[in-house]
């Protein structure tokens, strides 16, 4: 497994220091996480390391080197190129890191957008990046991502995923990729929030909740 300490020299010497520390950090993330839903924390903590290990790559070269390098490319990435540098870092973790594990590859291919069918580690990477958040200041959905962890992974990984769904005309693409697994999610989820929402709608209407109403009306 490729440590910190060769990451952050890879990345350093190409003047992307920042993206190291940030690596790091979903590393940890992504290592905390998995001990707390039980996946493979040496996985998990590989995967952040490399997740955008591409970073190095620019922008406006992205496109060329993912046809260069037979990646896949849907019409939303190549309007976007950005969003290839999630499949470009499998890429380089596999060629430059010598990592093998489809389970990791696939991780750090997803990690921006998730996918549907993902795995449990696909989605510890996934919501370990949106916490270790690289931008200036506090991610707006910090909060309900938190109170999500205390329900599930799943609930987590939609819980961003839905927040780029109300935000979707405000994107330069909506990625078929984050669009199918937030379906998916969805489906799976549906019947536990239901379920919550019965429960809920039955104590608020019972007497006793009724009772409990009038009396802080009272006081």
């Not at 493979?40 to 993912?66: C, F, K, M, T, W």
């Not at 005309?169 to 549906?190: D, G």
């Not at 209407?205 to 009306?217: G, I, K, N, Y």
């Amino acid at each position: 497994m490729p440590d910190y300490n060769a990451i952050h020299r890879f990345l350093a010497a190409r003047g992307h220091e920042t993206t190291a520390i940030h690596c790091r950090e979903v590393a940890e993330q992504a290592r905390a996480l998995a001990l707390h839903f039980g996946v493979d924390a040496d996985r998990a903590y590989e995967a952040g390391l490399l997740h955008d290990i591409s970073a190095v790559i620019p922008n406006d070269q992205r496109l060329n080197r993912a046809l260069a390098w037979g990646v896949p490319i849907l019409p939303e990435e190549r309007v976007a190129p950005m969003i290839l540098h999630q499949k470009l870092s499998a890429v380089m973790a596999r060629r430059q890191f010598g990592v093998t594990d489809a389970s990791v590859l696939s991780a750090i291919g997803c990690h921006t957008t998730l996918k549907p069918d993902a795995s449990p580690l696909d989605k510890v990477v996934f919501v370990a990046d949106k916490i270790a958040w690289d931008q200036p200041g506090t991610p707006p959905w910090r909060d309900d991502l938190a109170r999500a962890l205390d329900v599930s992974l799943d609930a987590a990984a939609l819980t961003y995923l839905d927040y780029l769904w109300e935000r979707r005309e405000q994107l330069l693409v909506v990625h078929p990729w984050f669009v199918a697994a937030r379906a998916q999610l969805s489906k799976r989820l549906s019947p536990m929030v239901s379920s919550r929402q019965k429960l809920s709608a039955f104590f608020r209407e019972s007497p006793l909740a009724q009772e409990a109403s009038a009396l802080d009306l009272e006081r």
